[in-house]
């Protein structure tokens, strides 16, 4: 896999699309008695997936055209030695964890995320690394300090021994700098057709009946950043507004929504409509659709999103999880795929 990126000598090459591009992957891996694979893994390029690993499959697999293109068999049975390799790290990590926790029965998880950023104009970069036990932080790298650290005293010990070892450090260190960022541009070249594409979104107000909240979705976007805000009269509204996560369309687009709670004397009282802007590009929409009469039903767009989720979930849990922690980690490992072997025992 690491051979691979000595093809493509990419550290000269700007790409045409100027913004900051990421790699990422995900491991959830799970103990219990639930009807979900022990471990799912997920490789996302610029948010989208590009390749799919669990342990019921034992394979890992390609997402898109353009890795199916550009890399064969031997990239993918690399990637399936080191993912089967990652299952049984993470088993014992909840192992360990469930000691640690003082627990020994129920339905468990043990996250990984992690990977880098990438600025194609100012050339900046920045990486990531955190591990999560039962959708709690665990450990993660503080990169500025470059030590771990967890927030638990049930993580100190595995902190302790992971600084100590000065060569795991180093290692890190050199995917996070150098492995991965090579990674990210080489997929990045080969997903240059696709990646660049850019596909505004549909929006949509909906609400159930007259007395509802009112949500904006929008959906069938590439790429990912959207910004939603909420108008008032002219102005901008953020009271009693609920910002959605960031979801995957199957087709590779995203959708997102914004919920806003207002009586229905007040919204009948005031000109509300919702503002999206991707791509420099606005969409406002003022007229709800509703369950009753000849709009769309409301129920048809839950499904969807419903369904979405569904999707997320067998395609790695992590993802959702981690759009919702990303904002708060800034802290890797290293093949190809980064993973780091240790556990923390």
């Not at 997402?63 to 199916?68: F, G």
């Not at 541009?185 to 009946?209: C, I, W």
């Amino acid at each position: 896999m690491r051979s691979a990126v000595g093809l493509l000598l990419l550290l000269g090459i700007h790409l045409v699309y100027a913004r900051t591009h990421s790699l990422q992957y995900f491991y959830t891996a799970v103990s219990g008695d639930i009807n979900f694979p022990a471990l799912t893994a997920v490789g996302l390029v610029d948010d989208g997936q590009f390749m799919y690993f669990d342990s019921n499959i034992t394979k890992a697999i390609p997402k898109t055209e353009w890795i199916k293109q550009y890399e064969g068999s031997d990239y993918w049975e690399e990637e399936t030695n080191i993912l089967i390799r990652k299952h049984q790290v993470l088993k014992n990590n909840i192992m360990v964890a469930q000691t640690r926790f003082n627990q020994s029965t129920g339905v468990h998880t043990y996250q990984q995320m992690y990977g880098c950023e990438w600025d194609d104009e100012t050339e900046a970069t920045n990486g990531f690394l955190q591990e999560g036990y039962d959708g709690e932080d665990f450990l993660s790298l503080d990169l500025k300090n470059f030590r771990w650290i967890s927030p638990v005293p049930q993580g100190f010990i595995t902190t302790e021994r992971w600084n100590k070892d000065k060569a795991l450090l180093e290692h890190d260190k050199h995917y996070l700098n150098t492995v991965c960022i090579e990674s990210l541009k080489k997929y990045l070249q080969y997903g240059k057709s696709s990646l660049e594409k850019t596909v505004s979104p549909r929006v949509s107000l909906l609400q159930k009946d007259s007395s509802s909240s009112v949500t904006c979705h929008a959906t069938g976007f590439y790429p990912s950043g959207v910004t939603i805000t909420w108008m008032k009269n002219g102005e901008e509204h953020h009271e009693d507004v609920e910002l959605g996560e960031l979801l995957p369309n199957e087709d590779g687009t995203f959708q997102k929504t914004s919920t806003l709670t207002v009586t229905p004397d007040e919204w009948k009282n005031n000109k509300f409509s919702c503002l999206v802007e991707h791509k420099g590009i606005n969409k406002e929409e003022s007229e709800i659709r509703t369950n009753y009469g000849n709009s769309l039903p409301i129920g048809i767009i839950v499904g969807v999103v419903v369904a979405v989720v569904l999707l997320v979930g067998m395609a790695g849990i992590g993802y959702k999880i981690y759009q919702k922690k990303k904002k708060d980690f800034k802290p890797v490992s290293g093949s190809d795929d980064g993973s780091n072997s240790s556990a923390p025992a």
